[in-house]
């Protein structure tokens, strides 16, 4: 009984992913109305009347950098060096998939899908925050990117949900086997190991 209402609570949070996802399309609709931007070949193009009050609103660099509170400053280098790792996980993780996800017959993970840097063509960023914007953007999106590889590799080797609830699990969790359940794990895990194509579970 558990597990079909479990498959009914599924079902019900695929339905609500959908409906998450028109109203996230219907909202990026009214801002592009409200903001007076459309897409052009994947690049953002604002009218020219919006650039140029965008412009206006650019706080300029020297005085961003003179009001800053000192304790950013002097953090600055702490933060921009995790970049380093960041590239490193990002380089890894395209590795790691390009080898073994070949080996095992699972679906690439497109990057292309996760890395979107667009925010430092807005005309009222400075340089500074246009920097931090690609930075911010590029740390999480990389993170994005790896959990989704890391969910893939789970899936293929060790789909059993934990005893315990884990804070954010990832969206193909609730597709495991249950803790516990040795029978159902040698049963279900050929086939998990072929099922990319399911919906994802409810995220954000």
């Not at 919006?50 to 002097?74: E, N, S, T």
């Amino acid at each position: 009984m558990s597990n079909l209402v479990l498959e009914d609570i599924l079902r019900r949070l695929r339905e609500t992913q959908r409906e998450f996802d028109r109203e996230r399309d219907r909202m990026l609709e009214e801002g592009r109305d409200r903001f007076r931007y459309e897409l052009r070949r994947g690049k953002v193009v604002f009218e020219r009347n919006v650039r140029r009050l965008h412009r206006q609103r650019r706080i300029g660099l020297w005085r961003y950098i003179r009001d800053a509170p000192i304790a950013f400053i002097l953090t600055a280098p702490v933060i921009y060096g995790m970049i380093l790792p960041f590239a490193i996980l990002d380089l890894s993780i395209t590795l790691y998939q390009n080898v073994c996800f070949r080996v095992y017959g699972i679906p690439l993970v497109r990057r292309s899908d996760y890395l979107i840097i667009d925010r430092h063509r807005l005309p009222y960023l400075n340089l500074i925050e246009k920097l931090n914007c690609v930075y911010c953007g590029y740390g999480n999106q990389v993170l994005e990117y790896a959990r989704e590889v890391s969910a893939r590799t789970e899936q293929f080797w060790c789909p059993i949900k934990h005893a315990r609830r884990t804070m954010d699990p990832h969206p193909r969790t609730p597709h495991f086997v249950d803790y516990g359940d040795a029978d159902g794990y040698r049963e279900a895990l050929p086939s998990l190991r072929k099922q990319w194509q399911e919906e994802p579970v409810l995220q954000s």
